[in-house]
């Protein structure tokens, strides 16, 4: 039968070492839109808005240790964390997140035609990729 949505997107969930940072980066840099903040039994939550869809980053009372970053030398590819925001405007906001200091793991490139992304990282070390399509 599968998953019967209840909303057209996906919430993602992230660890955040840093709120400050983490809510700096998000809100500041990438210009999501904070609409909640709600205290777990794991920490504070902090809601974000992205389009339909929610970044939930976690102001955790414990952190655990993390993996190597992005693609790890094992067998298969496996991501760390990562999300995708698909966007209008990569070309005129890569020259810009750069300014600000934003590591770059892959710089902006066309994939194949009229498909370009970006890879950067947010203050905790996730992959976040960038692509705008036609």
Known sequence: MGLIPAKDSVDVGLLAEDIQRSLAFYEGTLGL???EELQTPFGILHRLRYGTSDVKLLDAKTIPPTDPLGFNPQEGVRYRTSMT???QNISSLCPILKEQGVEFLVPETEIR???RVAMIKDPDG????LIQRR
């Open 33 to 35: 839109k904070k609409i």
């Open 126 to 129: 996730n992959l976040i990729e």
């Open 85 to 87: 925001f698909e966007i």
């Open 113 to 115: 035609p009229g498909t």
